[in-house]
C-alpha cells in the first residue's frame, strides 16, 4: 500500500487523513479481488464444469454436482485471496490485519473440511449404487472419517485463534482422553456395532426387521454410525442405536425373502360333536371331488381287504376298519394345498391334528407360500381358508366358535 499512500501525498491530502482513505481503499480492493475471484470460480468456472460434467457418460461425476462438492471448493477461492492479499493490502493496520489473518485461518479450515465432507457423501452414494454388497459398514466409516476431518478442522481453527502449534494442542489431548470417551461413548460403541453388525451379517439395507422394544417394525432404510433408520408399515420412521442392534434381540425377516416362500401357520377348530365315521352315502358324495379320488381309492383297498380278514361284515362290527370324515378332511387339505399353484411346492406342506381343547379338536395347516409380497401373502391365506370354511360341512363337519346372539336366539325358537 506505499504506492498508494505515495499517490495520495502527490495529490495533496493532508497527511492525518493519509492512512485512513489508503486502508479504507486497500479493504475495497481487497474485497473487490476476493467478489471476483468468487464470480469467476462460482458462476464461470463452475458453469464450464457443469456443462462437461452434463456432456460425461459417467455416473460419478454427476455425484459431485448433487453434492455440491464444486460449489463449497469455489467458496475456497476468496478465502484464500483474502488470506494472501490482505497482508499487502493492510499492512498499516496490525491489529485489523491479524483479525482478517485469523478469520481466514479459521474459514479456510472449515471450508476444506465441509469439501472433503462432500467428497466422502459422493464416496458413499456411489458404493451404495454400485456395491452388490450391503454389509460393509461403510455408511459408519464415512461417518467417522467426517468426525476425524471435522476434528482436525477445529484444531487447526482454535490452533490459529490462540496462535499456536496445532501440535502443541494435540500433546494436551492425551490429558483429555477420559473427557473425549465419556463424550464420544455412543459414537464408539456405534462403531463397534457397525462392525460387528457388517461382520456377522445382521442386518442390511433392505431387510424387514422386527424390534418390538423400540417400536419397530419395518424396512430398514439406514444403518449409521449412531442410530438405525427403520421405515415401518404406517410409513412412520423408527430411530433405533445402532448398538442396540447387538445388545438386544430383534427378528430379520431377510431369511424369508431370501427363500423365495413365506409361512403359513393357522389352525381351523373343528367341534367333536360332529367327528364320526364316513357312510356310505357320505363316500359316495366325496367321491365326486377329483382331488379326493386317489386319495379315497386308495384307502377303499386297504380298508376292504383288512376287512375281509374279519368273519363278521356287518356295519355294526366295531372290528371293522371304517374311514373318519375328520380324517378324510385332513386328506383333502393335504391335497388341495398340494395342488394350489401359490403354495411353495419345495418347502414343508403339511396338515396335523393338535391336541384336543375345550375348543374342540385343531387342524393345524403348516405350508409357505411362493409370493412373499405381504398383500398377496395375505390374500392367498385368506382364498385358502375361505375355500376350506366353506368346504367343511360337505364332510358333515362343523367348525368351532363360542356361541352367539343368532346361536341363542335360533335355540329359543327350537
Same mark, same amino acid.
Given at each position: 500500500?506505499?504506492?498508494?499512500?505515495?499517490?495520495?501525498?502527490?495529490?495533496?491530502?493532508?497527511?492525518?487523513?493519509?492512512?485512513?482513505?489508503?486502508?479504507?481503499?486497500?479493504?475495497?480492493?481487497?474485497?473487490?479481488?476476493?467478489?471476483?475471484?468468487?464470480?469467476?470460480?462460482?458462476?464461470?468456472?463452475?458453469?464450464?464444469?457443469?456443462?462437461? /460434467?452434463?456432456? $460425461? %457418460? !459417467? *455416473?460419478?461425476?454427476?455425484?459431485?454436482?448433487?453434492?455440491?462438492?464444486?460449489?463449497?471448493? &469455489?467458496?475456497?477461492?476468496?478465502?484464500?485471496?483474502?488470506?494472501?492479499?490482505?497482508?499487502?493490502?493492510?499492512?498499516?493496520?496490525?491489529?485489523?490485519?491479524?483479525?482478517?489473518?485469523?478469520?481466514?485461518?479459521?474459514?479456510?479450515?472449515?471450508?476444506?473440511?465441509?469439501?472433503?465432507?462432500?467428497?466422502?457423501?459422493?464416496?458413499?452414494?456411489?458404493?451404495?449404487e454400485s456395491s452388490k454388497e450391503k454389509y460393509l459398514p461403510l455408511n459408519a466409516t464415512i461417518q467417522v472419517l467426517k468426525l476425524a476431518v471435522y476434528l482436525v478442522a477445529i484444531i487447526l481453527a482454535i490452533a490459529a485463534v490462540v496462535d499456536k502449534s496445532p501440535i502443541y494442542l494435540l500433546s494436551g489431548l492425551g490429558a483429555l482422553t477420559a473427557v473425549l470417551l465419556l463424550?464420544?461413548?455412543?459414537?464408539?460403541?456405534?462403531?463397534?456395532?457397525? /462392525?460387528?453388525? $457388517? %461382520? !456377522? *451379517?445382521?442386518?442390511?439395507?433392505?431387510?424387514?426387521?422386527?424390534?418390538?422394544?423400540?417400536? &419397530?417394525?419395518?424396512?430398514?432404510?439406514e444403518i449409521a454410525l449412531n442410530t438405525v433408520k427403520v421405515q415401518n408399515w404406517d410409513n412412520t420412521v423408527t430411530t433405533i442405536p445402532t448398538y442396540a442392534l447387538i445388545s438386544e434381540s430383534f427378528k430379520n425377516w431377510r431369511g424369508m425373502t431370501a427363500s423365495g416362500g413365506r409361512r403359513i401357520k393357522r389352525c381351523i377348530q373343528i367341534d367333536l360333536n360332529s367327528v364320526?365315521?364316513?357312510?356310505?352315502?357320505?363316500?359316495?358324495?366325496?367321491?365326486?371331488?377329483?382331488?379326493?379320488?386317489?386319495?379315497?381309492?386308495?384307502?377303499?383297498?386297504?380298508?376292504?381287504?383288512?376287512?375281509?380278514?374279519?368273519?363278521?361284515?356287518?356295519?355294526?362290527?366295531?372290528?371293522?376298519?371304517?374311514?373318519?370324515?375328520?380324517?378324510?378332511?385332513?386328506?383333502?387339505?393335504?391335497?388341495?394345498?398340494?395342488?394350489?399353484?401359490?403354495?411353495?411346492?419345495?418347502?414343508?406342506?403339511?396338515?396335523?391334528?393338535?391336541?384336543?381343547?375345550?375348543?374342540?379338536?385343531?387342524?393345524?395347516?403348516?405350508?409357505?407360500?411362493?409370493?412373499?409380497?405381504?398383500?398377496?401373502?395375505?390374500?392367498?391365506?385368506?382364498?385358502?381358508?375361505?375355500?376350506?370354511?366353506?368346504?367343511?360341512?360337505?364332510?358333515?363337519?362343523?367348525?368351532?366358535?363360542?356361541?352367539?346372539?343368532?346361536?341363542?336366539?335360533?335355540?329359543?325358537?327350537?
Open positions: 500500500m506505499t504506492d498508494v499512500q505515495n499517490w495520495l501525498v502527490e495529490q495533496g491530502l493532508p497527511a492525518n487523513y493519509i492512512d485512513p482513505v489508503s486502508l479504507g481503499i486497500g479493504i475495497i480492493i481487497l474485497i473487490a479481488l476476493c467478489w471476483v475471484g468468487f464470480y469467476i470460480a462460482r458462476h464461470q468456472v463452475l458453469n464450464f464444469v457443469h456443462k462437461l /460434467v452434463s456432456k $460425461s %457418460a !459417467n *455416473k460419478w461425476d454427476d455425484l459431485l454436482i448433487q453434492h455440491s462438492v464444486f460449489s463449497r471448493i &469455489a467458496w475456497l477461492v476468496p478465502i484464500t485471496i483474502l488470506l494472501i492479499l490482505s497482508p499487502i493490502f493492510i499492512n498499516t493496520q496490525p491489529l485489523l490485519l491479524n483479525f482478517i489473518q485469523v478469520f481466514s485461518k479459521v474459514a479456510l479450515a472449515i471450508q476444506v473440511a465441509r469439501s472433503i465432507s462432500s467428497l466422502l457423501n459422493v464416496t458413499n452414494t456411489a458404493f451404495q463424550v464420544f461413548q455412543d459414537t464408539i460403541k456405534g462403531l463397534v456395532a457397525s /462392525v460387528q453388525i $457388517s %461382520a !456377522n *451379517k445382521m442386518v442390511a439395507p433392505g431387510d424387514w426387521i422386527e424390534m418390538p422394544q423400540y417400536g &419397530a417394525d419395518g424396512d430398514v432404510l364320526h365315521f364316513c357312510s356310505a352315502q357320505l363316500l359316495e358324495k366325496l367321491l365326486k371331488l377329483e382331488l379326493l379320488e386317489p386319495y379315497l381309492k386308495q384307502k377303499h383297498q386297504e380298508v376292504a381287504a383288512y376287512n375281509s380278514q374279519k368273519p363278521d361284515q356287518e356295519d355294526s362290527n366295531p372290528n371293522l376298519r371304517k374311514l373318519t370324515n375328520i380324517g378324510t378332511f385332513r386328506a383333502y387339505i393335504t391335497a388341495y394345498l398340494q395342488s394350489h399353484p401359490k403354495v411353495h411346492p419345495e418347502m414343508t406342506c403339511m396338515v396335523r391334528q393338535l391336541k384336543p381343547s375345550e375348543t374342540g379338536v385343531s387342524l393345524e395347516l403348516y405350508f409357505f407360500s411362493n409370493d412373499t409380497n405381504w398383500i398377496n401373502y395375505e390374500g392367498i391365506q385368506a382364498d385358502v381358508f375361505d375355500h376350506l370354511f366353506a368346504i367343511a360341512p360337505l364332510f358333515e363337519l362343523r367348525l368351532f366358535q363360542n356361541p352367539t346372539g343368532y346361536d341363542w336366539q335360533n335355540a329359543i325358537r327350537h
